[in-house]
């Protein structure tokens, strides 16, 4: 009786346990078709609750572990470069995946048990799109779409559904395993069988029966390899990263259209540091020594840190204040020729909160976290800026805004037939954060069925097929080179291209409609005009 009792005791920690491990499985390399179940044990959990307040705080306690293990597990790493993004990211992220698990336990003890799912899934997925969409105290790492990135066959039918459509196929999976299990009815099993495997069917055929596009463009990532911080760099004998970044372009092969160098690149060259955006002329000389000269045909995409000065106008809000006037600092994206010279400039318009973005910036924008690069509070893009090379146009994607669907697909919507992701990961260590961002960009493609490059400071540059599959060799974490392939161009749109996050904003009509039903139906309920 006693071992009885302890394991009743010991029950629950068990089922949060569980649910946190398999829901972290996704983002730790293991694949994310353990999530289909990963809610289960917290469904369980929550059945074996009464309505009272005392069990309502006694399963938010719960939930709350269980929630708050799953993103230290899996964004532990935010640690390395700064300790409070961690800890505010854990509880942010624990508070909104409360809202939709805590807003179905209290109404599946009161409404019909159809209602509290509906209300589960539709709240669940319109967090998830305020946490992915806000300006600010955005950080959509553990959307659960997003820990399907190990699992590109399973999923091609993002190209009509995007992240969220991942989302919504691992709640309606949770839900109809949990009904199977709780009903023991063999018609409910075969309908939990249904969601579980039809979305794989029909994500196969997609992928046997894609038809690669005839055109296609050869290009370069460089992976320089330059530690971040600078006592990185003297400890590893590397004062003069230039030296690394001039011999690696030498590298890149003749037929080459487009060369990427990574985020932040162009800041290692002598006499350059920030770039003047209405005087770039004046590293022209700079400029051109970094290209060659001998690739006439060639563009060179690279990451810098630029600034535009306004005088005494304060002309945006994330205009710094100094003795000379206002000015603003962007994380860009040059393209330069063969002549040294700067033809476009695009700016990041998802900028890392804590980072490059100030939650409180009217009285943090001086404030600033050293991650090896520019940082504090940053100036916005506004636009979706594409590279060109005899009328082949690519999207220059910097680092972070790889997490954002719909933002990604904006650079295709306006006319990008493949996809250049510059980025720099050397701020994390060997860690699983480098690893999920190039995962990430996998998504993107399948979403956008472009072709991506990606290039990245460290961490892993390589290519990847409109397909998400990795095209050719990978440069890996600690590794420097130059790799070279031939990637499709495609001109083609995509359902979620051209519709965006189309399934969120669903979800937030639903969840207001499923809302005000409840409100409805408890009133009812009180009146005695439903049983």
Not at 265 to 279: F, Q, T
Not at 318 to 326: E, H, L, P, S, W
Not at 497 to 515: C, E, K, N, S
Request: charged letters at 20%.
């Amino acid at each position: 009786m006693n071992i009885l009792n302890k394991w009743r005791g010991m029950r629950p920690l068990i089922m949060v346990l569980l649910s946190a491990l398999l829901l972290s499985l996704g983002w730790l390399g293991c694949g994310g078709g353990w999530m289909l179940g990963a809610f289960v044990p917290l469904l369980i959990l929550s059945e074996s609750y009464s309505d009272s307040r005392r069990d309502w705080w006694r399963m938010c306690g719960w939930a709350s572990l269980a929630f708050m293990l799953w993103h230290l597990s899996t964004i532990w790493w935010v640690w390395n470069a700064a300790p409070i993004g961690t800890i505010s990211a854990s509880l942010l992220g624990t508070f909104y995946s409360l809202v939709g698990f805590m807003t179905y336990h209290y109404t599946s003890k009161r409404a019909p048990r159809a209602l509290a799912y509906t209300l589960l899934v539709a709240i669940w997925i319109a967090v998830e799109s305020i946490y992915n969409s806000a300006e600010v105290f955005s950080f959509p790492w553990l959307l659960l779409g997003h820990g399907l990135s190990n699992d590109v066959m399973a999923v091609q039918w993002y190209e009509y559904t995007g992240a969220f459509g991942g989302t919504l196929w691992v709640l309606c999976s949770n839900i109809a395993i949990f009904e199977a299990l709780r009903t023991r009815k063999l018609s409910h099993l075969m309908m939990a069988l249904v969601i579980v495997v039809v979305p794989i069917i029909i994500s196969l055929s997609l992928y046997f029966g894609y038809e690669p596009s005839k055109r296609s463009v050869q290009m370069s990532v460089i992976q320089p390899n330059v530690p971040c911080y600078e006592d990185e760099r003297e400890a590893a004998d590397m004062m003069n990263p230039a030296m690394t970044l001039y011999a690696l372009m030498d590298e890149v092969p003749s037929g080459t259209r487009f060369a990427l160098l990574p985020e932040s690149s162009l800041a290692y060259l002598p006499m350059v540091g920030s770039i003047d955006e209405d005087n770039s002329r004046y590293y022209t000389a700079v400029f051109k020594r970094l290209h060659g000269g001998v690739h006439k045909d060639m563009k060179l995409i690279s990451g810098a840190s630029t600034v535009r000065y306004y005088g005494d106008v304060e002309a945006t809000e994330t205009a710094r204040k100094a003795d000379f006037g206002y000015y603003d600092l962007f994380n860009s994206a040059l393209q330069i020729d063969a002549d040294g010279g700067v033809e476009q400039i695009y700016h990041k318009q998802k900028l890392v909160i804590g980072v490059e973005a100030m939650p409180f910036r009217k009285l943090l924008k001086n404030f600033k976290v050293d991650l090896g690069g520019i940082s504090g509070q940053l100036g916005w893009g506004d636009s979706h800026v594409l590279f060109e090379n005899d009328g082949i146009k690519v999207g220059p994607a910097i680092c972070y805004e790889g997490l954002y669907g719909d933002h990604f697909a904006g650079f295709v919507r306006e006319g990008a037939e493949v996809m250049a992701v510059i980025s720099n990961d050397g701020w994390w260590g060997d860690t699983p954060g480098h690893r999920r961002l190039f995962d990430y960009c996998r998504l993107r493609a399948i979403e956008t069925r472009r072709a991506v490059a990606r290039s990245a400071n460290t961490g892993i540059s390589g290519f990847i097929s409109p397909r998400g599959e990795t095209i050719g060799e990978r440069l890996e974490w600690d590794e420097r080179g130059v790799l070279t392939e031939e990637v499709e161009l495609r001109d083609d749109i995509t359902f979620y291209t051209m519709y965006g996050d189309w399934i969120a904003r669903i979800a937030a009509y639903t969840a207001v409609l499923a809302l005000m039903y409840y409100v409805a139906y408890r009133t009812k309920r009180r009146n005695h005009l439903v049983d």
